[in-house]
């Protein structure tokens, strides 16, 4: 009696297992955003300069008030972008999760142009032992 119902509590959990596995792997949001478009927003910012202006980026596609700006030119790199930004003259910003910035005109067709590295290179790791580490401050 008591093996049968350790088998019905361990089957219960493993079904319970898989359906949280299958479920919380295969849900994903359906609805559109407030301008319609479809998608999950990975970097978004508010700029106050001249108006209200408020940016987002969904897949590689950068979107100024709901338009979606260099005419629709994708973002260049693989990373995740985490930053956007709307300067003077229209002037369009990104930075990517390693630190690359792009900059591109939202009023021109220009591609995005790269504009640099805001945290700079790999950091040197120079591996030495302790012994070595004990001579440096004798």
């Keep these: 009696m ?3 119902r350790l088998f019905y509590a361990s089957a219960t959990v493993l079904l319970l297992t898989i359906a ?3 479920g919380a792997s295969t849900a ?12 999950t927003i990975s970097a ?3 700029f106050f300069n001249n108006g209200q202006s408020a940016t987002a980026v969904i897949g590689r596609t950068f979107y100024l008030n709901g338009s979606p700006l260099p005419n629709g030119a994708t973002i260049p790199g693989t990373d995740p972008v985490i930053a956007t930004g709307f300067g003077a003259n229209w002037r369009l910003m990104v930075m ?7 900059i591109a005109d939202g009023d021109a067709s220009g591609p995005w142009t790269y504009a640099g590295n ?3 290179g790999a950091t040197a790791a120079h591996m030495q032992s302790f012994g070595a580490l004990k001579a440096k401050y004798r």
């Design 96 to 102: 990517l999760a390693n630190g690359d910035t792009y």
């Design 118 to 120: 805001a945290v700079g």
């Design 28 to 39: 994903t949001a359906q609805a559109p955003t407030p301008s319609g478009l479809a998608g």
């Design 2 to 4: 008591f093996l049968k």
């Design 44 to 46: 978004a910012g508010l």
């Design 20 to 22: 949280y596995h299958l």
